[in-house]
């Protein structure tokens, strides 16, 4: 069983910053892309970032500059700074990663619970 906790979230005024955190647990041969979506009330879950087993990061044109994704392969852990927030960026973020947990060797995609994240104005 394969297990993603994510943690970080919380209130924060405009212009300020925070740094989510994801990390997978359980039975893991192999990680390959780590992401962070995210979910805002009335909308759609949208993918925020995405990074590879290589480091190679990919962003959403509304956070580029202001979000950098990062991750620690010992650790299975994957990070999100935000910084520079706006109202806007209020929703639930949750990680995402493909992984391979058993002998089949294929990848299977795994969600985190979500993190609020709520920027005032």
């Known amino acids: 069983q394969v297990r993603l906790v994510e943690s970080g979230g919380g209130l924060v005024q405009a212009g300020g910053s925070l740094r989510l955190s994801c990390a997978a647990s359980?039975?893991?041969?192999?990680?390959?892309?780590m992401r962070w979506y995210r979910e805002a009330p009335g909308k759609q879950r949208e993918l925020v970032a995405f990074i590879t087993s290589g480091g190679s990061a990919n962003y959403e044109d509304s956070v580029k500059g202001r979000f950098a994704i990062s991750r620690d392969n010992a650790k299975k852990t994957v990070y999100l700074q935000m910084n520079s927030l706006k109202p806007e960026d209020t929703a639930v973020y949750y990680c995402n990663a493909d992984v391979v947990s058993d002998s089949t060797w294929s990848y299977k995609g795994y969600w985190g619970q979500g993190t609020q994240v709520t920027v005032s104005s």
């Open positions: 359980g039975t893991i041969f192999s990680i390959n892309v």
